[in-house]
């Protein structure tokens, strides 16, 4: 089963036919909102808000460790995070969609692990390709058959939030090799690792980075919510493309001792 989670301007997949809603309880406490079950181009799927339906819990409070365990126990195998960023790189612009393939993390306060030393053994897991490949690959290759252009790849700088960045923190993060920069990217994505379960990333341009293009003097928002409308519309059709290309076959728990405090 396909979970996603949307992030700002995805709060409900209207696309999604929900069968019913589930209110889940984790070791790590309560994720941001109910999990909506249902069908998405008639297969199965489960979506979460990440900042919950009424767009309350910003990105430095999320329950990023209740959200991904919610999700691996309801029985996701896949998850497809929505996210909304701004662009460093000159061709990042509002708009353009990207699917990231790498990550630097300058968060600084999040719980960020499962491992957190309750286990015996000390876990160290690879992170050297943050994203599942295969599932960015399917995310590509449903963009395509849509006929939405898509960037393939892209650096995302993690930062804390929630204030914006200075323009010299968006120069060193571009030094650093980042074309993209948002909130939410981390530590979501090793959660996912951590749980095993593969995750890929469609990022949503909605505002040039501080210091850059339309942003040189400051960000402006005016334009933030029409463009990650329409843009959001097209991830909508990406997502329900990519869910046709779901196996349907019930996945063990591949990490069980994780999971049996749950
Ligand atoms: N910086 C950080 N996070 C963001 C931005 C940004 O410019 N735009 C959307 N999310």
């Not at 999990?35 to 990105?59: C, K, M, T």
């Not at 876990?123 to 050297?128: E, P, Q, S």
């Not at 204030?163 to 959660?191: H, K, Q, S, W, Y």
Request: hydrophobic share 40%.
């Amino acid at each position: 089963m396909l979970a996603i989670i949307g992030g700002t301007g995805l709060t409900q997949l209207s696309t999604l036919e929900v069968t019913h809603r589930e209110v889940a309880r984790t070791p790590y406490g309560e994720p941001s909102g109910a999990l909506s079950f249902g069908r998405l181009n008639g297969r199965e799927a489960v979506f979460l808000a990440r900042h919950g339906y009424g767009h309350s819990i910003p990105p430095h409070k999320v329950n990023y460790r209740a959200n991904l365990w919610a999700l691996k126990k309801a029985g996701a195998q896949v998850v497809v995070s929505v996210a909304s960023v701004g662009g460093i790189r000159a061709d990042l612009g509002p708009g353009v969609l990207v699917v990231p393939n790498q990550i630097i993390d300058y968060t600084v306060a999040r719980a960020n692990t499962f491992f957190d030393g309750a286990d015996t053994t000390v876990r160290h897991i690879d992170f050297t390709h943050p994203y599942d490949e295969k599932t960015r690959r399917q995310i590509l290759e449903a963009a395509r058959a849509e006929g939405e252009p898509v960037v393939d790849g892209g650096v995302y700088a993690a930062t804390e939030g929630p204030r914006l960045e200075t323009a010299a923190e968006i120069n060193r993060f571009e030094r650093d090799g980042a074309d993209l920069v948002g909130m939410t990217g981390m530590p979501e994505t090793v959660l996912a690792r951590e749980l095993d379960l593969p995750y890929a990333a469609i990022n949503v341009v909605v505002n040039y980075a501080a210091g850059r293009s339309a942003s040189a003097a400051g960000i402006q928002f005016e334009h933030v919510e029409e463009v990650s409308q329409a843009a959001m519309w097209r991830v909508r059709k990406i997502l329900a493309r990519l869910c046709q290309t779901q196996t349907q076959t019930p996945h063990p728990n591949s990490n069980p001792n994780l999971m049996r405090d749950a």
